[in-house]
T-cell receptor, first 110, second 116 residues
């Protein structure tokens, strides 16, 4: 079974707005990663947050991790039409094995 | 362009055919992965190779046979597949995880497989 559950399943916003996606997981993790997948393409790594970190930034991305609640969130600020994609969280549990969440489909309207 | 190259991009095969999917990377990564992804679903791990040796098999049916002939190449041999095996097959590579350091995985664009 999949480790992560993501919320919302789909998100539709206007360009310039912020997009927030949430992820919950069930077991202990070494780190949590976020990936983006454009339609018909492979996954692209966005950001990794280790289990001893609480917040991390990369450009317009902000990730938080709450290990007590077993949850993480991804915030994309000032969204662009090019951010339209599916976003997956992935928990790393053992030997680098990734278990993906169900994903959030983000649509950013110009 | 991705740094992990998968061929072919599309493959249609009958249930009695034998075919192979290929994956190549030149980033010096010594861990390579096969995932299966159904439409609107997340990728599911199938196999992991570390230093050219199979380290994880996620109870994949024997009609899927992986092979890692060298540190840059990963193959997935297919034989007697079922219609439910139709999916996007993704290859990924990374530095070998170790000492609690887990590196991001780099994905190819996948092979879209259709079983008739």
């Amino acid at each position: 079974s999949q480790q992560g559950e993501e919320d919302p399943q789909a998100l539709s916003i206007q360009e310039g707005e912020n997009a927030t996606m949430n992820c919950s997981y069930k077991t202990s993790i070494n780190n949590l990663q976020w990936y983006r997948q454009n339609s018909g393409r492979g996954l692209v790594h966005l950001i990794l947050i280790r289990s001893n970190e609480r917040e991390k930034h990369s450009g317009r991305l902000r990730v938080t991790l709450d290990t007590s609640k077993k949850s993480s969130s991804l915030l994309i600020t000032a969204s662009r039409a090019a951010d339209t994609a599916s976003y997956f969280c992935a928990a790393t549990t053992s030997y680098g094995k990734l278990t993906f969440g169900q994903g959030t489909i983000l649509t950013v309207h110009p | 362009d991705t740094e992990v190259t998968q061929t072919p991009k599309h493959l249609v095969m009958g249930m009695t055919n034998k075919k192979s999917l290929k994956c190549e990377q030149h980033m010096g990564h010594r861990a390579m992965y096969w995932y299966k992804q159904k439409a609107k679903k997340p990728p599911e791990l199938m196999f992991v190779y570390s230093y050219e040796k199979l380290s994880i098999n996620e109870s994949v049916p024997s009609r899927f046979s992986p092979e890692c002939p060298n540190s840059s190449l990963l193959n997935l041999h297919l034989h007697a597949l079922q219609p439910e095996d139709s999916a996007l097959y993704l290859c990924a590579s990374s530095q070998v995880p170790g000492q609690g350091l887990y590196q991001p995985q780099h994905f190819g664009d996948g092979t879209r497989l259709s079983i008739l």
